[in-house]
Structures are given as structure tokens and as C-alpha cells.
């Protein structure tokens, strides 16, 4: 399996980004997949999650409202749509599979597994 997130830069406050991941290796439609940061210091934390079908979404309460998931099955994409970002935000975002307890647990990062690097995102005031 491989999940290559891309789409991260350097930007302003206020600005916004939109992350991409590609996946390969797994039968996409299959899995409900998430969207984890991690900032320098601090432990790897939820952003969002989306089911297979894309029709519920999930949010961290500090992304709600400016951040958007969606993904494309056809193209076995997953997108994060960041708008309004704040110095906060800044982190290494990683696009993942949620592998256990599929449809619950939605905020629990140890039911999801990632492969491949993530994406730097920096927020600058």
C-alpha cells in the first residue's frame, strides 16, 4: 500500500491550501479514510475522516468549519480542503486508511495505519 500526500506549503495566515492523497495498492472504495497532523513536539493528532462512500465527514473541533474532506473514488484520491489557516495549523499532515473498526472510532488515531510520507504545511503570521 502507498498514500502519497501532497500539496503543502509555506503560506500566510488567513490563506488556504488544499492537500492532496493518492493511494495505490488497496481497493480504495473499500476503506474510510482520514486525515491525521502532526506538529514539532506534539503527538500525531485527528483532523478529519470521511467513509467510504463519502458521505459522512468528521472533524477535529480546531478544524471545523475551515477545513473540508472529500475524496474521489475513481481516482482513489482523498482531498483536504484547508481555508482560513491559522499559525496553528502548521504540521506534517498524513493522509491514512482506517484498517480497524471500520464506520466507528472515527477520532481514534490507532484504528487507522498510514504508508508514506506526509505533507509539510506551514501557516506563517
Known amino acids: 500500500v502507498q498514500l502519497q500526500a501532497s500539496g503543502g506549503g509555506l503560506v500566510q495566515a488567513g490563506d488556504s491550501l488544499r492537500l492532496s492523497c493518492a493511494a495505490s495498492g488497496l481497493t480504495f472504495v473499500n476503506y474510510d479514510m482520514g486525515w491525521f497532523r502532526q506538529a514539532p513536539g506534539k503527538e500525531r493528532g485527528f483532523v478529519a475522516a470521511?467513509?467510504?462512500?463519502?458521505?459522512?465527514?468528521y472533524y477535529a473541533d480546531s478544524v471545523k468549519g475551515r477545513f473540508t474532506i472529500s475524496r474521489d473514488n475513481a481516482k482513489n484520491a482523498v482531498y483536504l480542503q484547508m481555508n482560513s489557516l491559522k499559525p496553528e495549523d502548521t504540521a506534517v499532515y498524513y493522509c491514512?486508511?482506517?484498517?480497524?473498526?471500520?464506520?466507528?472510532?472515527?477520532?481514534?488515531?490507532?484504528?487507522?495505519?498510514?504508508w508514506g510520507q506526509g505533507t509539510q504545511v506551514t501557516v506563517s503570521s
Open positions: 491514512e486508511v482506517k484498517t480497524r473498526f471500520p464506520g466507528t472510532n472515527w477520532y481514534n488515531e490507532h484504528t487507522y495505519t498510514y
Open positions: 470521511i467513509s467510504r462512500s463519502g458521505g459522512s465527514t
